[in-house]
């Protein structure tokens, strides 16, 4: 599946959509969408503590009903702190989605092949044709944790975070250029009243 840094860097994208309903203090806003768009794989923390890392992985969280689930939590949290919880949930909800679709992009080495987009109303997993990322190694179910930080500290890893970064920086420089060229029109617009 993708590199944390693909995750993070696609969240902090979609961050730049939060416009006006986002916190005050845009590193909270920021840190968050990071959070959010790598929440998928904490997965990992019960499979470590379970002597596993990979034993739950790929399974329920990386579900567009735990997407769902997510944003109405995150909404439900920032009820009266923010000044529209709403659009912040939906957002959060976005941002953990578009841990599935990048995850759905990336080539996957082991099966069930994909992800369970559907889980808990289908058991089927879900990948792209087109596969634009390659997987990142972090061992397999059943592997001791020195094997599986043997994998994730791997050269492989380290050229699958050069190609992420290729693939996902662009995507963060525009999101950026459009919302900045959008906050600067509505100022403009502003003035002009």
């Known amino acids: ?50 002597g596993d890392a990979n034993l739950y992985h ?26 529209r919880p709403a659009v912040i949930g939906a957002l959060a909800g976005i941002m953990y989605a578009s841990h599935l679709v990048l995850d759905c992009l990336t080539t996957d080495g082991r099966a069930p092949y994909g992800i369970p987009l559907l889980w808990p109303f289908s058991d089927m997993y879900f990948i792209s044709p087109f596969t634009p990322f390659q997987g990142v190694r972090h061992g397999v179910p059943g592997d001791p944790l020195h094997s599986v930080l043997g994998d994730i500290f791997s050269r492989h890893n380290l050229r699958v975070l050069l190609v992420e970064a290729v693939w996902t920086l662009p995507v963060l420089a525009v999101s950026v250029l459009l919302t900045d060229r959008a906050r600067r029109s509505r100022r403009e617009d502003q003035r002009g009243r």
Do not use: E
């Open 1 to 50: 599946m993708a590199t944390p840094l693909g995750h993070g860097i696609i969240g902090l994208a979609l961050a730049q959509f939060g416009g006006n309903a986002r916190p005050r203090r845009a590193w909270v806003w920021l840190g968050f969408a990071v959070v959010a768009a790598g929440a998928p794989d904490l997965d990992f923390v019960p499979g470590v503590l379970a």
């Open 58 to 83: 790929q399974q329920g969280s990386h579900s567009l009903p735990a997407a769902v689930a997510f944003g109405l939590v995150v909404a439900g949290l920032t009820w009266g702190r923010v000044s």
